[in-house]
């Protein structure tokens, strides 16, 4: 088991900037692959970005590419979502998940709980 907590997530102007985090207990954090997802209303949980165990290999979703930037800190069961230059349809839950397979795979096991992020026009 896995167990993942998102947080950073808030109400920033567009324009603005969030750094989400996703912080992982249980099994060797450095094992999975962590993907990063995101919900807005009405509308179907979209991939943004996955990078793997090691760090070393990266997927972006072509719209996110260039203002959204994954990282992860395995000494510190962590991985990271930076998001810059926010427009408003930027605003969704965001969420964070685990994954045995490479960063291509859509197959995640476990989740965290989302967190919120709106930004204002």
């Known amino acids: 088991q896995v167990q993942l907590v998102e947080s950073g997530g808030g109400l920033v102007q567009a324009g603005g900037s969030l750094r989400l985090s996703c912080a992982a207990s249980?099994?060797?954090?450095?094992?999975?692959?962590m993907g990063w997802f995101r919900q807005a209303p009405g509308k179907v949980r979209e991939l943004i970005t996955a990078i793997s165990g090691s760090g070393g290999n990266i997927y972006y979703a072509g719209s996110m590419r260039g203002r959204f930037t994954v990282s992860r800190d395995n000494a510190k069961n962590t991985a990271y979502l930076q998001l810059n230059s926010l427009e408003p349809e930027d605003t969704a839950v965001y969420y964070c998940a685990a994954s045995p397979f490479s960063p291509g795979s859509r197959k995640y096991d476990y989740w965290g709980q989302g967190t919120q992020v709106t930004v204002s026009s």
């Open positions: 249980g099994r060797t954090f450095s094992y999975y692959t």
